[in-house]
DNA sequence: TTTTGAGTTGTTCGA
DNA sequence: GTCGAACAACTCAAA
């Protein structure tokens, strides 16, 4: 009996739970279906780097793999009926859009007397499934990393042998994948499993001994890169936790991704809003966003981290940081504005990730967070990037001078050249600001 | 039920 | 230059 797979966060047959639960009843038909839901919505960098995600899967799978445009709910059962599939296989989904989407495409193919089946979660735990000894989700990173790694996970299992049906692709589809990739605004990774795995083995061999230390300086760039093949499925962090030390810093960032997918999971509505509102005011100056967006704020380690976003659709972690704290903390601006530019072109953009990192930075989010957590991006420039390699890749306008004196252009003898900016605002007045704006809340009635 | 200890990633100030 | 304290009060998890 045939059994259709439809793709979605899944873009890889090795370790693939919903790929074994298929191939167990017989032929697989493999579907993916460009949602133009998500699609409209979704930034060109991450369009690109979806879309050649899907072809590299297709690649794979010896171009077995439908295409097709257009809603799930209308979609997944046509495509059913076209192959008399009695259950369309997935791998489960917990975010709000993908939750909802799952139940509303199920409730169709019930219609057509089909049954959606979901196996397996693109994490290693599933959302939802670690608890207190009270029962009650976890709200604090600690105590749900602990248990997280208590409860486990399987080993990564090899891909199964596949007898792959093919039905007719919908060439507009394809045309449209092949469009988003060949218009993409960046230099895209090699996209594909394979690549994934290459990535991961180079990471072990060169940076994995040295991440503790090595993962916060931007200008070393000793961080995996990996989280845009997390991003699509191409790897399944199974894989990646398989051969390595719960406890260490690498697993336990992963845990930090599944952290947040369990919240968000408990609290979908946190996705655009406050997990605990702040109720302080906050600003919306057009200008200063803009330059915030451009990297024209005049601070030189903020400046070059929103350069490289535009540039390369990615952003090192601890920059990741220094610009949302300078957003949020410097500039005043409420969260989900930057969380909204940052989704719009990261390459490895991810609601749970992206919107509660965003939160802890704010001190909205599940961190009980001090409100005098305010990064002053000269000394983190000069802490993080002490020879100014990062900024002087990005800021060419520094480029003169030496060291990290670049953090520092107003002090420097040598100073400005070309069109860098002075600093629109300055740091230590708008620090205070933020802090008194904290303080009037505590005391308001 | 109550209590206790703890909470990713920071900065500044003063000794 | 280095170091520890202070920076609010709160929420959570577990004993």
Redesign the pocket.
């Known amino acids: 009996m045939t059994t259709v797979l439809w793709f979605r966060r899944d873009l890889r047959i090795e370790d693939h739970p919903a790929l074994m639960a298929a191939a167990a009843e017989g032929p697989v038909l493999g579907l993916f279906v460009i949602d133009p839901a998500l699609w409209s919505r979704v930034g060109p960098v991450r369009r690109a780097w979806l879309a050649a995600s899907v072809l590299a899967l297709g690649a794979q799978i010896g171009d077995a793999l439908v295409l097709r445009y257009g809603d799930p709910g209308l979609v997944v059962p046509a495509v059913a009926a076209e192959v008399g599939a009695r259950t369309v296989h997935v791998t489960g989904e917990t975010t709000p859009y993908g939750a909802a989407r799952d139940r509303r495409v199920a409730a169709a193919l019930l219609e057509v007397g089909s049954a959606l089946v979901a196996t397996g979660t693109p994490y290693a735990v599933d959302p939802g499934t670690v608890r ?3 029962g ?1 989700p ?7 990393s ?2 997280w790694r208590e409860q486990g996970w399987s080993d990564p299992e090899p891909a199964p042998t596949v007898t792959w049906v093919r039905t007719a692709t919908d060439l507009d589809a394809r045309m449209l994948l092949e469009d988003a990739v060949a218009s993409s605004p960046i230099r895209l990774p090699v996209p594909g499993t394979e690549a994934g795995l290459e990535r991961w083995r180079a990471f072990l061999a060169e940076d994995l001994a040295g991440y503790d230390v090595d993962r ?1 300086l931007p200008g070393k760039d000793a961080t995996s890169r990996l989280s845009p093949y997390l991003k699509v499925g191409a790897l399944h962090p199974r894989q990646l936790l398989a051969g390595l030390e719960r406890t260490g810093r690498f697993a336990t ?1 992963l845990c ?1 991704r599944e952290f947040y997918a369990d919240v968000l999971l408990q609290r979908p509505s946190s996705a655009w809003s406050d997990l ?1 509102p702040l109720a302080i005011p906050y600003d919306d100056d057009a200008d200063a966003l803009e330059a915030w967006r451009t990297g024209r704020t005049g601070y030189p380690i903020v400046d070059a981290g929103m350069r490289q976003l535009l540039a390369e659709g990615w952003m090192h ?2 920059v990741r ?1 220094i610009t949302g704290s300078f957003l949020t903390k410097d500039l005043h601006a409420w969260w989900p504005i930057g969380a909204r530019h940052f989704l719009d072109h990261l390459i490895d953009g991810d609601l749970a990730s992206n919107s509660h ?1 965003w939160q ?1 930075v704010a001190g909205t989010g599940t ?10 991006p000269t ?2 420039g000069r ?1 993080f990037d002490p020879d100014g390699d990062y900024v002087r890749r990005w800021v060419p306008e520094l480029a003169h001078l030496p060291g990290g004196a670049v953090h520092e252009p107003w002090k420097h003898p040598l100073g400005y050249e070309g069109d860098y900016p002075q600093p629109i605002v300055e ?2 007045v708008e ?1 205070r600001v933020a802090l008194d704006r ?2 009037a809340r ?1 005391t308001a009635p």
């Open positions: 207190t000894l009270k009650d976890y709200q604090v990173f600690t105590p749900f602990r248990a916060d960032e930090w605990r972690n601890r940081m990192s802890w961190d009980a967070s001090p409100y005098f957590r305010i990064f002053n000394s983190q802490k740091h230590d620090r904290y303080a505590v």
